[in-house]
C-alpha cells in the first residue's frame, strides 16, 4: 500500500496533459499562450480570417454517466459559436436590418393594398426590430470583448463604410413608429417617434462626418479603392432627413411648431448629404470608365447609387407635403417674418412655390435613380450569364443584401410620385417595385439563416488587419482544463518521493 501512495505523484507527473481548449479553433483563432490569469488572452488568427478552412474540433464528450459534464460541454460548445459570430459580426450586418425595414414599409404602404398585407407589414415590423437588438447587442460585445477591433474596422479602407448602415437600419424602425404606432396610439408614440428620429440624426450626421474626416486623414486611398461603399455613410444623412419628412407627417396633428422645427432641420440634413452623394457618384463613375465594373464579391454595390437618388427623391417630396400639409391645414408656415405675424395667402404662396419646388427635384433625381436602376440591372444580367454560380449557396454573402435597400427606396419615391401625380403608371410600376423587394429578401433571409446555422456567413475583412492577432478579454476555459490546470500546481507544489 505504502508502495502505491508513493507512486501517485509519478503517475500524475507522467499523465498526458489534455489538448487545448477548442474555444480558439471554433472562431477561427489559436492560442498563442496562457495562464493562470484569463482577463485577457492574445490569439492567433487562422489564415481564412472568416471562414475556418477545416472544421474546427469541438471538445471531447465526457465519460458517460456525468451528465453535469455534458451540459457543461454543450453550453460550452454554444459559446464558442457565439464567439466566432461576434468575432466577425461586421457593420455590413446592419444591411440586415436596412433590408427588412424596406421590406415591412413597402409591404404595408403597398400601392394595392390589402388589411392582410398592413398585418404582414407589421409582423415584418417586429422582426426589424429583434434583428436590430440583437446586431446591437451582437456588436456591443464584439468591441467590448476583442480589444482594438473598433479602432480597426474604422481604419479599414471598406468596412468603416458600413457604419452607414447602423443609422438607415434605425431609421426604417423610426418609420415604421411613426406609420403604425401613432395612429394607432396617439401623442405619446408621435413625440416617440421624435426623439428616435433625433438619435438617428445625431447618429447619420456622426457617421457622415466621421468617415469623411477618416478618408481624409486616416486611409490611404488610390482611383482602384474608389468603390460605391463610400456612399454608405452618407447617403445615411439622406435617409434620416427623409425620415423627418415622416415623422413630422405623423407630430403635425399634435404639434405643429414642432412639425415645422422637424421640417426645418431635416432640409438641413437632406443638404449635408444629397449633395455629397453626387460628389462620389461622379468619381464612381470615373473609376468605373477606367478600371471596370467591381469584383464578383461586390458586384450587387453597382445598386447602391439609387440609395442617394431614391431616397433623395423620397424625402424632398415628402418635406414639401408636409410644409404644403401644415399651411393650408394647420396655417402655419415654414418661415416667419421679423414681425411675427403674416397673413394665410403668403404661407399658402410660399408653401406652394417649396411643395413645387420640392416635386421638380425628386422627379430629377428619380429619373437619375432609374438611370442607375436600368444599367445596375443590365451589368448584373450580363455578369450571372458568364457566371452562372453568382446566385449560388456557396458564393452567397452577406453582400447580397445591398440589393434590397436601394431597390427599397426607389420604390417609395416611386409610390410617392404615384400618389402625388394621382398617376397610375407610377401606381404599377411602384407595385412591382415593392414585390421585387419583398421576393429578394425572401431570398436573401432564407440564405442568411440556412448559413447562419452553419456558421458560413460570418467573415469580416477587417480581421485580417491584426496579422495575425488579436487580443481577447474575458477568455473562458473548459471546467475540465481548469481542473487538470489545478491538479497539475498541486502536484508540482507537492512534497516530492522519490519511487525505487
Known sequence: MASISASIP?????????????????????????SSNHSNSTYALAPSHGEPTSTPSLPQPPPEGTTGSESFSRRYRILERLDRACLNLAPSFF???????????????????AGWLRRLGDAIFVVNIVVFILLAVGNVVRYARFKGLFATVNNHLVSGMFWGCLPMG??????????????????????????????????????????????????DHTIETVSAAWLLPIVSSVVAAASGGVVSTAL????????????????????????????????????????????????????????????????????????????????????????????????????????????????????????????????????????????SLSKFSVGLWAITFPIGVFATATTTLASELHSPAFKVLGTILSVQVALHWLYVSCMTIYKACDGTIFAAPEVASFEGNVTVRWARERKSDKDDRNLEKAHNSGPRVNVP
Not at 23 to 28: C, E, V
Not at 197 to 219: A, C
Open 10 to 34: 509519478q503517475a500524475l507527473a507522467t499523465a498526458p496533459l489534455p489538448p487545448e481548449s477548442s474555444l480558439a479553433k471554433a472562431i477561427g483563432i489559436e492560442a498563442l499562450s496562457s
Open 252 to 391: 403635425a396633428p399634435f404639434d405643429p411648431a414642432l412639425a415645422r422645427s422637424t421640417v426645418i432641420v431635416s432640409y438641413v440634413v437632406w443638404g449635408t448629404g444629397v449633395p455629397l452623394a453626387m460628389f462620389i457618384i461622379t468619381l464612381w463613375i470615373y473609376r468605373s470608365a477606367l478600371s471596370g465594373t467591381p469584383t464578383s464579391g461586390a458586384f450587387c454595390s453597382l445598386f447602391l447609387p439609387l440609395g442617394p437618388c431614391g431616397q433623395g427623391s423620397f424625402g424632398i417630396m415628402m418635406l414639401g407635403n408636409v410644409v404644403r400639409t401644415l399651411a393650408y391645414t394647420y396655417d402655419v408656415g415654414l418661415t416667419v417674418p421679423p414681425g411675427g405675424v403674416t397673413s394665410s395667402t403668403s404661407i399658402q404662396r410660399m408653401a406652394d412655390a417649396v411643395y413645387a419646388g420640392g416635386m421638380v427635384t425628386g422627379m430629377v433625381l428619380w429619373g437619375l435613380g432609374l438611370c442607375w436602376y436600368i444599367l445596375a440591372f443590365a451589368m448584373v444580367v450580363d455578369h450571372v450569364l458568364k457566371n452562372r454560380d453568382f446566385f
Open 170 to 219: 434605425f431609421a426604417t424602425i423610426v418609420n415604421m413608429v411613426a406609420i403604425v404606432c401613432v395612429p394607432a396610439w396617439g401623442h405619446r408614440w408621435a413625440q416617440t417617434a421624435l426623439g428616435l428620429w433625433w438619435i438617428d440624426v445625431v447618429l447619420s450626421i456622426l457617421v457622415n462626418f466621421g468617415m469623411i474626416f477618416m478618408m481624409f486623414t486616416r486611409h
Open 95 to 113: 444591411s440586415i436590418n436596412m433590408g427588412t425595414g424596406i421590406t415591412s414599409i413597402l409591404v404595408h404602404d403597398l400601392p394595392y393594398n
